[in-house]
């Protein structure tokens, strides 16, 4: 893990960054992270009658998704501006302001819970998963997702390799997991919070998108570039859609973006 993380500071960075991209999520980010949903929901064997924790929710993506398997769902975000989202697109739903490091429930409640790249937008994602583990019923399953190591992240890289060029590229704080790509470590993690039978696996996915445009506005508000000179943004958009035609294919564009699955179960005493 990175040294000197402020759990404060990266917080009050997450929250900031992700409530000003909230309103164009959909159609930008939640493109790429919906690539993961089927896969975190059948790792935590969220299926009809379990009752589901969706930690992080964010525009309620994944809860929906749970809630249509048959699971009673609550979403849970800090982001008042997510929740807003979330209960526009689902208001036959649950969904809570609440931190993941410290969920607002009693132990043993759960039958599964799922976060869907939340741990490394965390200062202290072990305790996340401690506390994850604490509101599971023995024998309920918990799975989340976090992405690969830097080099692999092509849609990521596209991005910052334009910033980088023309702008340089800011030291943003963030988690302690962000590009952290060990599966033994992650292992260690879950057992650490008290999971058993753990396991950890790369998922391929893909950013896939009809129009270069929409990635570019799910950039443009997470790095905030209406505070950037326009020439330079201007540069910045024209050298990602110079270098964005290799990923597209038959009107489509498809960039890599491969994630890592982690799961764990509470062991039943």
Request: charged content about 25%.
């Amino acid at each position: 893990m990175k040294d000197k993380i402020d759990p404060v500071e990266v917080a009050k960075f997450e929250n900031e960054t992700w409530s000003r991209c909230a309103s164009g999520y959909i159609e930008g980010f939640g493109a790429l992270v919906a690539e993961a949903i089927d896969s975190i929901l059948a790792e935590a064997s969220v299926k009809n009658g379990t009752f589901c924790l969706d930690v992080g929710t964010g525009p309620g993506n994944t809860a929906k998704s749970a809630s249509e398997l048959g699971a009673r769902t609550i979403g849970i975000d800090f982001s008042d501006t997510m929740l807003a989202e979330a209960r526009v697109r689902n208001p036959e739903l649950e969904f809570l302001n609440a931190s993941a490091e410290k969920l607002p429930f009693a132990d043993d409640e759960f039958d599964a819970v799922v976060g869907n790249y939340i741990l490394h937008h965390s200062g202290e994602p072990e305790k996340i998963l401690s506390d994850s583990f604490r509101v599971l019923k023995p024998g309920g399953k918990a799975a989340f997702t976090v992405w690969s190591k830097p080099e692999k992240l092509e849609a990521f890289g596209l991005f910052f390799g334009a910033v980088g060029e023309h702008l340089g590229s800011p030291d943003l704080p963030h988690g302690p997991l962000f590009g952290i790509s060990d599966f033994d470590h992650f292992h260690h993690l879950l057992r650490e919070a008290g999971f058993t039978k753990t396991s950890v696996r790369e998922l391929p996915t893909v950013w896939k998108t009809p129009s270069i445009s929409s990635y570019l506005r799910a950039f443009h508000d997470w790095a905030n570039l209406n505070v950037v000179d326009k020439e330079i943004r201007e540069k910045i958009e024209e050298t990602i859609l110079k270098s964005s035609g290799r990923y597209q294919s038959e009107g489509v564009y498809y960039i890599p973006n491969p994630s890592i699955l982690l799961s764990g179960t509470k062991a039943i005493y």
